[in-house]
């Protein structure tokens, strides 16, 4: 079994987005189901299909999570010299001359719509193991990019 590298706020809104999951949306669902399967014929019921499909997702993402919190090891990245999981890292785009600030994550916790981006995607990839000031090149699918690190925390 391979450890999933985590930082701490990952993993605690992994343990909630959990909780939430059986707590709430799975009872949810199962009454949604039960309701369904009460007044429907099975084949022809669009709706109950929908319940049954929604139901299975949660099973599914209830599942994923437990495993990924099983396997959890929480790392802290201390080293502000060198990027790596956990870093808080601007960079400036040298070629279209704007900036960004992105925190590297697992991809178990990336979310772009925060900035935060998985160390296995192509920019997450190309910035770990880099110091301040370094230029990186990363090949994305949208094209390359220039990046200078401006700022690691």
Known sequence: ME???LT???YNALKKELLYLKEKRWKEVSKKVQESRNFCDFKKDPEYQISVDEFATIKKK???????IKQA????NTNI??????????????TEKYE?????????ESYLSENYIS?????????IGHKLNDNVVVMTPSGMMHLLITEIQ
């Open 81 to 94: 010299r060198e990027v790596g999981i956990g870093s808080i890292v601007t960079v400036k785009e040298v």
């Open 3 to 5: 450890k999933q590298l």
């Open 62 to 68: 209830i599942i994923d999570l437990e495993y990924i």
């Open 119 to 127: 160390d296995e995607s192509p920019i997450g990839k190309s910035l």
């Open 73 to 76: 090891k929480i790392i802290k």
């Open 8 to 10: 701490e706020t990952g």
């Open 100 to 108: 960004m600030q992105l925190k590297i994550v697992s991809s178990a």
